[in-house]
Each structure stands twice: as structure tokens, then as C-alpha cells.
């Protein structure tokens, strides 16, 4: 299957998803846990990146409302977490990425974010898929692990009925029986005929849902090869969350990479998509 021409999606001035464009990475915690690491992951991804010139947004979440357990840490909240990203879009002059739960916290979030994402398990959630669309941001939509790829344009019109076309389209992996997730790779070609920037979320393609009982597992051995065999498809951006020490991190430890490889990671990445995309 041949992929068809894909429309380019600018996300600031110097990044910009799908048409020519190389594969950008989407980074940073999965949640925020202070200040002062978000900024030091920030940080460091930017001068990785910038050094690899690899286009790269910063991603970060104010509240992970979709926890296992009730017990599992949230973060900061959304006024906290808000005032943190914004700071780090004025500190690193770079763009942001964060998800949002709830349709009475999206004209705040879109007043600080580049893109808005809505989480995979709320992908069929209309109101709150409208609501983002009518903001004018690009909004990055997670295909649910219970969605097939083809099922994927229905939540691509939800966003363009409101004149909104800077889609982006997420996968993440599809349930495989219980608490596991598998990577469909024709996922990729098949969401990418509807004509928009297709994003690989490798890290929680990786989890065990619910896998430790009240919290998710994972298997972070697996996301070199993962991503690897999704650049090779074409990919537009990769998704990847990191933590200077993984097992210490609030949420999702299992499934996150260390800060440290990011930029080995990197490094193999690149000259397959150079390969693939004729760069």
C-alpha cells in the first residue's frame, strides 16, 4: 500500500507535522511532578534534539484522570499544571502538548497549548472532541485500544465538521486479550489514507493495563525495536514519554524511557526516516 500525500499540519514556526516534513519527537513526563523536573527534562530534550535536528514538541500532563487506582497520583492540577507549561514555553521557546479530560478545561488549555490531545479512552467522546475542535488548535486524537484503524475516520469528522483540519492521529497499541496491548503496523498506512499526520505512541503501546494489580505494567525493553519498525513505515511524529529515573516516576514507570537513551534512541532513528521519506 502506497501512502498518499499528507496534509501538512504547522504547529509553530519551526515544527510542522506530515507532508515533507521528518519525523519530530513528542516528549517529556507523563505527568508533571514539579517544576523543576519538568524543566530539567525539557531541557535536556531540547539540546538533544536540537543537537540531532529533530523537530520536537513538549508534552506533559496537568491531570491524568484515567488512572487505575483511586490512590494513583493525578498531578498538580489544571491551574498549577498550566502555569507550569506555559513557563516552559516561554523559558525554551518550544511548543506544548498536553491532554485534556473534560470539556470545562478546554478554553484554558487551549490558551497555553500548541495541540490539544484527547486520550484514547475518551476518543468517541463527542462533546469533548467538539469542543476541541472549535478552539482552532491542531488536536492530536488518540485511537482507543478498542478502535480498529478504519474505525478512525469517524473521529476525524467529529474534528473537521467544526472547520478544524489540523488533525493528528495517534496509535497506541490495541487490546490483546487481558491486560496486554499489541502494534497493529498496517495501523499506520491505513489511518494515513484519511489524509493526516499519523503519531506512533510507543510508550504506552509498551503497558500491561492494570498489569501490577491497582497500577499499569509495562515492557520498555520492547520500544527501541516498536519505534524502529514505525519510523520504517513513515511515521510523522514519535510520541515518547522519559524520566531521569523510571522507577522512582509518579505514573507509568514501567512503560517510560530513561532520560539517558533518548538520544541513542534518537540516533538510530533518524537515518531510517531519512531512508523511508527520501530526505
Same mark, same amino acid.
Given at each position: $500500500?502506497?501512502?498518499?500525500?499528507?496534509?501538512?499540519?504547522? %504547529?509553530?514556526?519551526?515544527?510542522? &507535522?506530515?507532508?515533507?516534513?521528518?519525523?519530530?519527537?513528542?516528549?517529556?513526563?507523563?505527568?508533571?511532578?514539579?517544576?523543576? &523536573?519538568?524543566? /530539567?527534562?525539557?531541557?535536556?530534550? &531540547?539540546?538533544?534534539?536540537?543537537?540531532?535536528? !529533530?523537530?520536537?514538541?513538549?508534552?506533559?500532563?496537568?491531570? *491524568?484522570?484515567?488512572?487505575?487506582?483511586?490512590?494513583?497520583?493525578?498531578?498538580?492540577?489544571?491551574?498549577?499544571?498550566?502555569?507550569?507549561? /506555559?513557563?516552559? /514555553?516561554?523559558?525554551?521557546?518550544?511548543?506544548?502538548?498536553?491532554?485534556?479530560?473534560?470539556?470545562?478545561?478546554?478554553?484554558?488549555?487551549?490558551?497555553?497549548?500548541? %495541540?490539544?490531545?484527547?486520550?484514547?479512552?475518551?476518543?468517541?467522546?463527542?462533546?469533548? %472532541?467538539?469542543?476541541?475542535? *472549535?478552539?482552532?488548535?491542531?488536536?492530536? !486524537?488518540?485511537?482507543?485500544?478498542?478502535?480498529?484503524?478504519?474505525?478512525?475516520?469517524? $473521529?476525524?469528522?467529529? %474534528?473537521?465538521?467544526?472547520?478544524?483540519? /489540523?488533525?493528528?492521529?495517534?496509535?497506541?497499541?490495541?487490546?490483546?486479550?487481558?491486560?496486554?496491548?499489541?502494534?497493529? $503496523?498496517?495501523?499506520?498506512?491505513?489511518?494515513?489514507?484519511?489524509?493526516?499526520?499519523? @503519531?506512533?505512541?510507543?510508550?504506552?503501546?509498551?503497558?500491561?493495563?492494570?498489569?501490577?494489580?491497582?497500577?499499569?505494567?509495562?515492557?520498555?525493553?520492547? @520500544?527501541?525495536?516498536?519505534?524502529?519498525?514505525?519510523?520504517?513505515?513513515? !511515521?510523522?511524529?514519535?510520541?515518547?514519554?522519559?524520566?531521569?529515573?523510571?522507577?522512582?516516576?509518579?505514573?507509568?514507570?514501567?512503560?517510560?524511557?530513561? &532520560?539517558?537513551?533518548?538520544?541513542?534512541?534518537?540516533?538510530?532513528?533518524?537515518? !531510517?526516516?531519512?531512508?523511508?521519506?527520501?530526505?
Amino acid at each position: $500500500m502506497q501512502w498518499p500525500n499528507i496534509a501538512e499540519v504547522f %504547529i509553530s514556526q519551526e515544527v510542522s &507535522l506530515g507532508g515533507k516534513s521528518p519525523f519530530a519527537l513528542i516528549s517529556g513526563p507523563n505527568v508533571i511532578e514539579s517544576e523543576k &523536573l519538568t524543566f /530539567k527534562i525539557a531541557e535536556e530534550l &531540547l539540546d538533544i534534539t536540537s543537537t540531532l535536528d !529533530i523537530p520536537f514538541i513538549f508534552k506533559a500532563s496537568y491531570d *491524568k484522570a484515567n488512572r487505575s487506582s483511586l490512590n494513583s497520583y493525578r498531578g498538580p492540577g489544571l491551574k498549577e499544571g498550566l502555569e507550569v507549561l /506555559k513557563q516552559v /514555553k516561554a523559558r525554551y521557546k518550544i511548543p506544548v502538548i498536553t491532554d485534556v479530560h473534560a470539556v470545562d478545561q478546554v478554553e484554558a488549555v487551549a490558551q497555553v497549548v500548541d %495541540i490539544i490531545q484527547i486520550p484514547a479512552f475518551l476518543c468517541r467522546q463527542t462533546d469533548l %472532541i467538539l469542543a476541541c475542535a *472549535k478552539t482552532g488548535k491542531p488536536v492530536n !486524537i488518540k485511537k482507543g485500544q478498542f478502535l480498529a484503524p478504519w474505525d478512525v475516520k469517524n $473521529m476525524v469528522d467529529k %474534528i473537521t465538521s467544526q472547520g478544524n483540519h /489540523k488533525v493528528l492521529l495517534t496509535e497506541r497499541g490495541v487490546s490483546f486479550g487481558y491486560n496486554n496491548l499489541i502494534v497493529d $503496523m498496517t495501523s499506520f498506512p491505513i489511518m494515513r489514507t484519511l489524509g493526516y499526520p499519523v @503519531i506512533f505512541d510507543v510508550t504506552h503501546s509498551v503497558q500491561l493495563p492494570t498489569g501490577a494489580g491497582a497500577s499499569t505494567g509495562g515492557r520498555k525493553e520492547f @520500544i527501541p525495536s516498536l519505534a524502529r519498525a514505525a519510523v520504517a513505515t513513515g !511515521i510523522d511524529a514519535l510520541f515518547l514519554e522519559v524520566h531521569p529515573n523510571p522507577k522512582e516516576a509518579k505514573c507509568d514507570g514501567p512503560s517510560c524511557t530513561p &532520560l539517558d537513551q533518548v538520544a541513542s534512541l534518537l540516533e538510530a532513528l533518524k537515518p !531510517i526516516d531519512v531512508h523511508v521519506k527520501g530526505l
